[in-house]
């Protein structure tokens, strides 16, 4: 896709009326962590601050990290996980599960913490009526990284996932390793095959497997489904997803085994067939109690290219052999894999497959819950934030300013809202209606205006109509009004 090199960035839609209104926060590149009003009023700048994600807690307390591992060693290994208060004074840290020597560096303790994490007293670190995370005391999980090497995988390094427990005084109570579940993923041996000869090796370190990259973790919590008997989804389980692989998995917390999963392949039941392969996802994760759509699980369906198997045009290989060229949002009944909403190129309006890549975003992103219903997507590759109703419409839209100087993107990897009251030192703002710009019309100052022109009628030429010929080329439908959508 062809991006236009100049578009409006900051708050861009917004109706009052319709949305969840609070702050959002979210890591804008090195800036740091980043709060913003519904009208895209910068709150509070938390400077340098790192966050994968930066997560609000009530009070105006904010987690993230204070720095990363030099990339030449590790990759996405963040130094500690931090807890600051409004005035950056650390309220919080935890940096005590590996202590890593790197040539060149100082030698020190590292969480080796990535991607994602939770606060004891919510299971998904989004706001959620009365199950607000706990500021001070209590466990956190958080997701890390562990180097190690198993020879059913392959015989190279791995750069394994691992998912702790610790306790406030920063005890590591509880460890679940990912490698020691290979075989419960139910890899075909193709992909096993794919796998020893091609982990996704990457540069840090000398080289190393990034073989699952699982890029998030939380609790499921109280629901349904356990309610009614179904001990695959006990509150205390935990459910992640991998992103190269293509696996949403739930761990059982009580044995470390895989009770429910989906991935790596998509076509061996019906109902995962009608669900369609899901690839290269984020932030897999079930609602919780307490928001509309609970019990069912929510995924950023990227698109891109994941998982391991048969060689084809797109992956000779058979590496990242998974391709699709637009991103969905799904909600998921567990229990039989149906669809229960979705937001894809056909609910934003695009035509597909003509322009479905205009709904994008092959790597990072997100999807939350709101209290009223509606859904706030993080569309990370191009730093655009969304807030959908139930029935699609947008009703808030944000394109972030702020392109990184190591890589020249303004993505924002996840976004959270959260209620005004957790920030209780400032006084809420005032909410602002932004009306969408007609860009058919909108020129920026100096562009010619759209105004009268002189209209040429050709002889024998009529009205613009959409031919067959380019129907079937784009593999649409004619209709009575021109090419159908």
Sequence with gaps: MTYPSIYPTGTTIYNPEKCWNGYTIFQAKELGALLIDMNGGEVRLWEGFHGMPNRLLPGGHLMGSSGERNTAYGM??????????????????????????DPGEDPQWMARQHHDYQREGNPVGYYVPDMDPLVEGGNTMILSHKNLKNADICDKLLLDDVIIE?????????????????EEFGFSEEARNILFRNPNMRPAGGGMGDWMHINSMSLLGPNRWYDTGDHRFH????????????????????????VWKIGPDYHGTQALKALGWIIGQHHAHMIPRGLPGEGNILIFDNGGWAGYGAPNPGSPIGLKNALRDYSRVLQVDPTTLKIVWQYTPQEAGLVHPVDSNRFYSPFISSAQRLPNGNTLITEGSGGRILELTPAH????????????QLFNVNMVYRAYRVPYAWVPDIEPPKEISIEPIDVKTFRVPGASPIGPKKVIHVDGVLPYRASAALCVEADLEETDEGAGV
Excluded: M
């Excluded at 406030?168 to 390793?177: K, L």
């Excluded at 419409?393 to 990184?404: A, K, M, R």
């Design 76 to 101: 996405q290994d963040y130094v500690d996980l931090v807890q600051v208060d409004g005035d950056g004074h650390v309220v919080w840290r935890f940096n005590q599960y590996e202590f890593i020597e």
């Design 393 to 404: 419409e947008i009703v808030w839209e944000y394109i972030s300013p702020y392109w990184g």
């Design 235 to 258: 509150p205390d389980n935990i459910i992640w997803c991998a992103r190269e692989t293509n696996i949403t998995a739930i761990t059982e917390k009580a044995t470390g085994k895989i």
């Design 166 to 182: 610790v306790n406030w005084d920063g005890d590591v109570v509880w460890e679940w390793v990912c490698n020691e579940h290979f």
